[in-house]
């Protein structure tokens, strides 16, 4: 039974895999080798939820979206122990908000 319950505490925190906070996500952003890493979690917030969240208009979406986020995360250092989901999408919203329709 002992051995079960340290197997279990091995194994256990790697079962529990917390998303990316802001402070990492800056980091991915701010090194040109990570720099594609964060492009990928930007655009899938930005392609799934442009155009109803957040209004990006602009001829280069992709540029404008990842100038948005890194703005956001450095202008706002008290939230960035928040996950990376959300910060993005305040990023996204605060900089590109939708016309009241």
């Known amino acids: 039974m002992k051995r079960l319950v340290l197997l279990l505490l091995f194994i256990a925190p790697g079962l529990a ?3 990316d906070d802001g402070d ?5 952003m701010q090194r ?3 720099r594609e890493a964060a492009l990928a979690h930007i ?3 930005r392609i799934k939820w442009g ?5 990006i208009a602009s001829d280069n979406p992709q540029a404008a979206a990842f100038a948005a986020v890194k703005t956001y995360l450095e ?3 008290q939230e960035r122990y928040r996950p ?3 910060l993005i999408f305040q990023g996204l919203r605060s900089a590109y908000p939708c016309p009241q329709q």
């Open 51 to 55: 155009g109803s969240l957040f209004c």
């Open 32 to 34: 040109p080798a990570s």
């Open 24 to 28: 990492e996500l800056l980091g991915l």
């Open 75 to 77: 202008d706002h250092p």
């Open 84 to 86: 990376r989901r959300y």
């Open 43 to 45: 655009d899938d917030v």
């Open 17 to 19: 895999v917390a998303e």
